[in-house]
Structures are given as C-alpha cells and as structure tokens.
C-alpha cells in the first residue's frame, strides 16, 4: 500500500528553527509538496520537490531525497504565525497526491 | 482569497436529508477536487474532474454524488448520509492534473455535521 508518515505533533520556541520529516512510500512518483494549513482554514502550498537536494524559499526550506524516501521541511526564525498544520503529500505514478495525516506544529513564546 | 470559494461554510443535516455542497473557482484551471478531511487522518481523495469530465472515483460511497457543469463549479451532493460522514469537505483546483508540477489551491471548505 501507499504511505506517508510524519509526526503528529511537535513543539518549538518562537524564534527557534525546526525541522519537520516525511518519510513516502508510494507507486511512483512524481514530486512532493508541502502544504501549511491554519486551523479552520484551507491548505496553502508552500512548496515542490521533485530532484533531490534543498529548495529555499525565504525562512522556509525543503529537503527531498528520493532514495531514501524522505523529505523534510525546516522554518527558520519561527513566529507564533508559523503555528499550523504542515501536510506533505506525494504524487503517485498516477499523478495522484497521497496525502500524510499532517504535523501540527506549536510555537511557544 | 485563494480564488477557490466554497459554500455553504457550515451544514448540520439529519441522515435522511438532501443537501448540496458547492465549489467555484476563479483561477482558469481545468481540474476540480473532493476531499475529505477528518481529524487527525490524512486527506482523503474522492473524486477528480479533468476538463469537465470525472477521471477518478475512489471507491467513494453512492450516497455521495459529484457534479461539474463546467471548469469553473463543482458541486457534491449528499442524500442519506450516516454520522461517520461527518468531516470537512475540501474542493481544490489545478492546471492539468497530468502534470507534476502544478499544485493544488484549495477552498476554505464546508464543515458537515450529520445528526
């Protein structure tokens, strides 16, 4: 069967930098996103991997490395705004986006 | 403004009701999603629409109905629900869904209550 695994929760301080993994297995694929979604609210793309390597977009990044399955999303210089669920999603063969049941992130002052 | 809107935001239905869900998007795409989410589950696919026409079914139940007139408006029809449907609904837009690279903009979605 087809799985994404993250945390389902994690904690870090305001100002901080944390890392949030992904691991993927899926039949195929064909790049992996990372969504934010504050509560009540609808998912935001926040970014797009497809080629293995780090893509940096402002205080936040995304890791992919295809042999291993893994991905990671890491946010720098955290505000209490970053507080939200972050959902990583792989397309399939299919061009299908298999969903993770999302991290939800908490930051303390 | 994700140039996906969605309504009615909130719906409390009894399971031998019928109701619709309604989705429009703004954004020129050619493809139109149904999610589900529940809590603490990953989003569930239901159904996809590429240029008006369904291409993808996953085995969602018939009391579940999908409608897509045209690129622009989606709608999910809901007749004799049961509790465990109880979710948020998500619609989401796209350029060509053949494509890796394009990513989905979701609407805020419509919270459903089934009593």
């Known amino acids: 069967g087809q799985n994404i695994d993250q945390p389902t929760e994690m904690t870090a301080t305001e100002g901080a930098i944390v890392q949030i993994n992904c691991t993927y297995q899926t039949s195929g694929f064909n790049g992996l996103f990372w969504y934010q979604q504050h509560a009540g609210e609808a998912p935001t793309f926040l970014s797009y991997?497809?080629l293995d390597g780090l893509e940096e977009k402002g205080r936040f990044s995304s890791f992919l490395s295809r042999s291993k399955g893994y991905s990671y999303l890491l946010l720098k210089e955290l505000q209490m705004k970053d507080s939200a669920s972050y959902l990583c999603a792989v397309k399939d063969s299919n061009y299908q986006l298999i969903w993770g049941a999302g991290t939800k992130l908490i930051i303390k002052p | 403004e994700t140039g996906v809107t969605q309504t009615p935001r909130h719906l409390v239905m009894g399971m031998t009701n019928k109701k619709s869900l309604k989705c429009e998007q703004h954004l020129g795409h050619n493809a139109m999603y149904w999610y589900k989410q529940s809590a603490k589950k990953p989003l569930e696919l239901m159904f996809v629409y590429s240029l008006e026409e369904r291409v993808e079914n996953n085995s969602v139940p018939s009391r579940f109905s999908p409608e897509c007139p045209n690129s622009s408006h989606l709608f999910l029809h809901l007749h004799t629900l049961q509790p465990e449907d109880s979710a948020l609904y998500l619609c989401a837009s796209s350029q060509d869904p053949g494509d890796s690279a394009y990513e989905q903009y979701f609407g805020p979605g419509t919270r459903l209550t089934v009593t």
């Open positions: 991997n497809v």
